[in-house]
Nanobody, 127 residues
Framework: QVQLVESGGGLVQPGGSLSLSCTAS??????????IGWFRQAPGKEREVISS????????YYADSVEDRFTISRDNAKNTVYLQMNNLKPEDTAAYYC??????????????????WGQGTQVTVSS
């Protein structure tokens, strides 16, 4: 049974930081066969991709809205991908999801490229 479990969400003040983790288990192949993406969905809005990292970690993608504030990284030995979020803004409030795509050597930015999804973790940015 494949599981992607997000953790690290919570309530933070504007300008603060949070670090999200996505830990995978039960994948058919080792995590280094999968591109990993982080998505978010705010109330009343569509889910959007905010970051993606290739299977090796050599390529990354960031949406304009989070560029220079968020950093994606991965530790394949720990089956974990991270999203460091700095200088958080109220508009970053959303449910955050990680997803895995069986793709090697490139990033994936489309939802339909992803094979497995986590249940999400809530991030709320408010004073």
């Amino acid at each position: 049974q494949v599981q992607l479990v997000e953790s690290g969400g919570g309530l933070v003040q504007p300008g603060g930081s949070l670090s999200l983790s996505c830990t995978a288990s039960g994948l058919r192949f080792a995590l280094d066969s999968y591109a990993i993406g982080w998505f978010r969905q705010a109330p009343g809005k569509e889910r959007e991709v905010i970051s993606s990292i290739s299977s090796s970690g050599s390529s990354t993608y960031y949406a304009d809205s989070v560029e220079d504030r968020f950093t994606i990284s991965r530790d394949n030995a720990k089956n974990t991908v991270y999203l460091q979020m700095n200088n958080l803004k109220p508009e970053d409030t959303a449910a955050y999801y990680c997803a895995a795509a069986l793709l090697r050597y490139r990033i994936a930015t489309e939802e339909n490229e992803y094979d497995y999804w986590g249940q999400g973790t809530q991030v709320t940015v408010s004073s």
